[in-house]
């Protein structure tokens, strides 16, 4: 049996060219490095770490809604901080959006972001529609 690679781009949500929002293969979901920048501009949210995290998020379930999928579906999450010290704004944020069973997550410190972002966040998650 063949597996479909599909390449998902939002409209309305930044990107460069150079990638898709996310790539869908077989039953996986692989959802590109995310930033908080907000609807129809490459502007980020402004606040900081834990404001850039909820538009981070937000963007993402948008991401994941085109999939056909959810933050229940997600299995795997990569997050990237400008500064350490803004773990726990981040952290705060985060837990809004899966307030019951966490998914694995790693958080790493990186010296630098597109747009100057404080946050990236990417993601693995399994379709909604596939079973076990």
């Not at 299995?75 to 809004?96: C, H, I, P, Q, R």
Request: glycine share 12%.
């Amino acid at each position: 049996m063949t597996q479909e690679t599909k390449f998902v781009v939002v409209e309305g949500l930044g990107r460069l060219p150079q990638f898709s929002h996310a790539t869908i293969a077989g039953e996986w979901i692989h959802v590109s490095g995310t930033l908080g920048t907000l609807r129809d501009s490459m502007n980020l949210a402004a606040g900081g770490t834990g404001p850039e995290t909820t538009q981070t998020l937000r963007n993402m379930g948008s991401i994941l809604e085109a999939c056909g999928a959810g933050f229940a579906n997600v299995v795997k999450v990569s997050v990237f901080l400008k500064d350490m010290g803004t773990f726990a704004a981040m952290n705060e944020a985060y837990g809004s959006f899966f307030p019951g069973e966490p998914p694995a997550r790693i958080t790493v410190g990186v010296a630098d972001l597109a747009l100057g972002a404080a946050v990236e966040i990417e993601c693995v998650a399994r379709l909604a529609s596939s079973s076990s």
